[in-house]
């Protein structure tokens, strides 16, 4: 099994980045729709529109990527450390990605929560505040991208 981890190291790693393509666009796009349903009128059809939207972003695309980034993700972890050796979990660089990571698991959840609330018709943050974060995903994946990919404090 892990033999076949390491011959199949670069399939995974291209599936791994084709899900976190899929997780990353979802958690870009959901608070968009969270900002125009800031606007609408509870009960009214943009509103009801707005549910639905959000319930198939989230259950369709950005939960299934997320769990696919992850199954890739530790086996490559375990791909890794069976090629260089597990130290490789404690450099800068792959604790920079960790890092994110953590950031973005909690993103998500705090995401789901509010179309929780949206769902039962409770808005607790502002249009402001979803225009504001919006791009923190992104900010995360630029630290995280280039993290692994310059291996920064490599030893
Ligand atoms: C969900 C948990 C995740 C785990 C456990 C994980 C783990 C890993 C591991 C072990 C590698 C191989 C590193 C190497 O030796 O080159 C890797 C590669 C990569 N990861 Fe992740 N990752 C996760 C999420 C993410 C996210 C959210 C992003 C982007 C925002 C990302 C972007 C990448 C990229 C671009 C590569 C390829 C790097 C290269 O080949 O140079 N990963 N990931």
């Keep these: 099994m892990i033999l076949w981890f390491v011959a199949h190291y670069d399939l995974m790693r291209g599936l791994h980045i084709l899900a976190v393509i899929a997780w990353m666009a979802g958690l870009l796009y959901l608070p968009r729709l969270y900002v125009y349903h800031c606007g609408a009128i509870a009960g009214g059809e943009l509103d009801a529109i707005l549910k639905i939207m959000e319930r198939r972003l989230l259950r369709g695309i950005i939960n299934p990527s997320m769990i696919i980034t992850l199954i890739f993700g530790l086996c490559l972890i375990v791909a890794d450390g069976n090629i260089r050796g597990w130290a490789f979990l404690l450099q800068p660089w792959m604790i920079t990605k960790l ?57």
């Design 99 to 155: 890092v994110g990571v953590a950031f973005l698991f909690a993103w998500h959840g705090y995401l789901a929560r509010a179309r929780k609330h949206f769902e039962d018709g409770i808005n607790i943050r502002p249009e402001k505040f979803w225009r504001a974060t919006n791009e923190l995903p992104f900010l995360a994946a630029i630290i995280m991208v280039i993290a692994v990919t310059t291996e920064f404090g490599r030893h």
